[in-house]
């Protein structure tokens, strides 16, 4: 049965990166300069690359997190929405928080509270969710929290 869901779930991949990138590859192969299209395209698939990169980073830590924080439904950190009610769940703040995340300048302050609230309940000092605003602090302290001891 888990080898037929990964077959399933790689040829979902498949069928998804072929239905994304071949009406892109059409789209830019309209024009007649070949040299410009094939970096467009290539500057396309390293973005989609790093962008997947990362998601499957923050994923991993944000369900590590919630299993050693012994919240429930560790998996929504896999689904998009799902995974700031998962963090605000491991916060222990309310789910309603999440339309404040919606608004501007208010979302940044509340997930800034999110974060600190997490880095307590992993035992350490509040001011490392204020590091998520710093340049570069988003992509140490989520890994910090999730894999230290």
Do not use: H
């Not at 049965?1 to 990138?21: D, P, Y």
């Not at 467009?40 to 990169?53: E, K, N, P, R, T």
């Not at 880095?119 to 998520?132: D, H, N, V, Y």
């Amino acid at each position: 049965m888990k080898a037929r869901k990964s077959i399933l779930s790689r040829l979902g991949w498949i069928m998804t990166l072929f239905v994304v990138l071949v009406p892109a590859v059409k789209a830019l192969a309209q024009d007649n300069d070949l040299p410009s299209t094939a970096l467009s395209g290539a500057v396309i698939v390293v973005s989609l690359v790093v962008c997947f990169g990362f998601y499957v980073y923050f994923s991993l830590a944000l369900q590590t997190i919630a299993k050693k924080t012994n919240t429930e439904n560790g998996w929504m950190a896999w689904i998009p929405i799902a995974n700031a009610f998962l963090a605000l769940n491991i916060a222990k703040k309310p789910l309603w928080w999440f339309l404040l995340f919606l608004i501007p300048l208010v979302g940044i302050v509340f997930e800034v509270i999110v974060a600190m609230a997490i880095a307590e309940r992993r035992g350490k000092p509040s001011w490392w969710g204020i590091l998520i605003i710093v340049p570069f602090g988003i992509l140490i302290v989520p890994g910090y929290l999730a894999w230290s001891d």
